[in-house]
Structures are given as structure tokens and as C-alpha cells.
């Protein structure tokens, strides 16, 4: 059993900068991802990361200007979001899956957290 909390979500301005953190609780080797899901809209994969780190992807939307990595030291995985952008606004979900190879599909991923709201004004 895997538990996630995310933290370090809220209000920023278009064009500044927010670190979302999850720590996970739990013994195993999973690939990790962050979703969002904004209001009236599907929840979308936005980034994930396999058990090492050394494989990430990244969707369209957020490519270079998103960031996911983690500490396996410290059970934690995190979303460097930079230029955020009015449509960024959603509630943001990590989430570990029951493989330890990067994916994207959510059907693979067992474990989530709470969401954490990310809100950018104009």
C-alpha cells in the first residue's frame, strides 16, 4: 500500500513559479506522474517519471516549462512548474503506479494523493 500527500500548491500570477511536492509512504519500486484535472475537463497526465529518474515524459502542454523529478532518498516526488500560464489552473493529482517503468497510462497507476489546487491569475 503506497499513501501520497501533496503539498506546495496555490495562487501564483501568469509567468511565476510553483514547486509542487509528494511524498509517498510504502515499499516498492513505482514509476510516478502528475495529473491535473481542471474544472469541466478530463483529468490529464502532465508528466512522469520511472523509478530511477532517468526517464521522463512530458505532455505537450507543459514541455519546457514543467519539470518532474524525484528523491528516492526521501520518498518524494516533485513538479517544478516555471511561465505558468492562465490555463494551468486545475487541481493537481500525484499519482504511483504499480510498475516501475515510466508510463502514462492511467490505468497503471493504483496510488493517489488528495489533489492540491493550482490556481494562476491574470
Known amino acids: 500500500q503506497v499513501q501520497l500527500v501533496e503539498s506546495g500548491g496555490g495562487l501564483v500570477q501568469a509567468g511565476g513559479s510553483l514547486r509542487l511536492s509528494c511524498a509517498a509512504s510504502g515499499r516498492g519500486r513505482y514509476a510516478m506522474a502528475w495529473f491535473r484535472q481542471a474544472p469541466g475537463k478530463e483529468r490529464e497526465v502532465v508528466a512522469a517519471?520511472?523509478?530511477?529518474?532517468?526517464?521522463?515524459w512530458y505532455a505537450d502542454s507543459v514541455k519546457g516549462r514543467f519539470t518532474i523529478s524525484r528523491d528516492n532518498a526521501k520518498n518524494t516526488v516533485y513538479l517544478q512548474m516555471n511561465s505558468l500560464k492562465l490555463e494551468d489552473t486545475a487541481v493537481y493529482y500525484c499519482?504511483?503506479?504499480?510498475?516501475?517503468?515510466?508510463?502514462?497510462?492511467?490505468?497503471?497507476?493504483?496510488?493517489w494523493g488528495q489533489g492540491t489546487q493550482v490556481t494562476v491569475s491574470s
Open positions: 499519482a504511483a503506479a504499480r510498475v516501475s517503468y515510466r508510463t502514462t497510462s492511467t490505468s497503471n497507476y493504483d496510488y
Open positions: 517519471i520511472n523509478w530511477s529518474g532517468d526517464s521522463t
